[in-house]
């Protein structure tokens, strides 16, 4: 949260400099305050896993938030019970004409699949097209990061020669966005995908704007230049076990993958994990909430503006 103070304290301008930010008093006076309204489309197939990772980002601000989750109806969910569904998911007919302050579209499973391909991809299609005038600002991630980027900026995803797993190191392409406050320069975070988007692809298109990458796990957040759409390509929702799990089915399948990188313990799968991520995983979400959605969305949300 920001904090307050005159406007003339000669302070304002040496923390303005420092990407710390204040507000104003003529702001503060200004400011019109409600609960945020939050929309999440799972698309992760153990749903109740995913609902509390993201939760647990969320809940962890000052800000008070009212959250509600979407469903696909054009996929049948195999891993998640019915009834659950039934009692916490909406579908897109029953929420189009609402609008939100925020939005959060999951990763899925179907990465090696053309987005052509996927059977809800349609239905996707229209909710992400619905959100350009019923959202202020959406949180892309993993998979659902290059769906929007494909969708929104026609920016293709490559295959990987192998799957990228692991917890990777990466570093700010734009040190002073509000995104990053708070950040260190070098920061963690987890990677599960078979395959990419590319900084080259990012960088020729003028709407788009590259702020965090990996030497090894390649691009890493991008968002557009009206500040409206926000993509990672990670997953720094993760926890601690997450990747393991992953691993383990994986052997448990035959398919003998790779440890996951810089993770476990000596990297060794029979030592536990080491957690380098969690704190700028919550910073970031933090940032989100507060930068992109809480300072900027209209109080009415009758107000948003087509983007």
Partial sequence: MPIKIADSLPARGILEGENI???TEYHALHQDIR????????????????????????????????????RTISHEAKHTDFAHLES??????EIRKNRYDGMIIT??????????????WPELCEIMEWTRSNVHCTLHICWGAQAGLYYHYGIPKYDLKKKLSGVY??????PNSPFFRGFNDVFYAPHSRYTEVRAEDILQNRKLELLSVSDDAGVFAVKSENNRRIFITG?????????ALE?????????????????????????????????????????????????????????????
Avoid: C
């Avoid at 896993?49 to 989750?69: A, C």
């Avoid at 916490?88 to 007919?93: E, I, L, M, T």
């Fill in 21 to 23: 930010f204040v507000m």
């Fill in 35 to 70: 609960p945020l309204k939050m929309l999440i489309l799972n698309l992760m197939p153990t749903k109740i896993v995913t609902e509390t990772q993201l939760l647990r980002k969320l809940s962890n601000t000052p800000l008070q938030i009212e959250i509600e989750f979407l």
């Fill in 88 to 93: 916490f998911y909406r579908s897109f007919q």
């Fill in 107 to 120: 990763g899925a499973p179907v990465e090696m699949m053309e987005f052509e391909d996927v059977d809800y």
């Fill in 169 to 174: 190191k990466h570093t700010l392409e734009k």
């Fill in 235 to 243: 997953h720094p929702e993760y926890d601690a076990d997450t990747l």
């Fill in 247 to 307: 691993y383990f089915r994986d052997v448990e399948k035959g398919i003998n993958p790779e440890i996951p990188v810089n993770y476990f313990k000596n990297n060794d799968p029979g030592q536990e994990p080491i957690v380098r991520w969690r704190s700028h995983a919550q910073l970031l979400y933090n940032n989100w909430l507060n930068y992109y959605v809480y300072q900027a969305t209209p109080y009415d949300l009758s107000e948003i503006e087509t983007n």
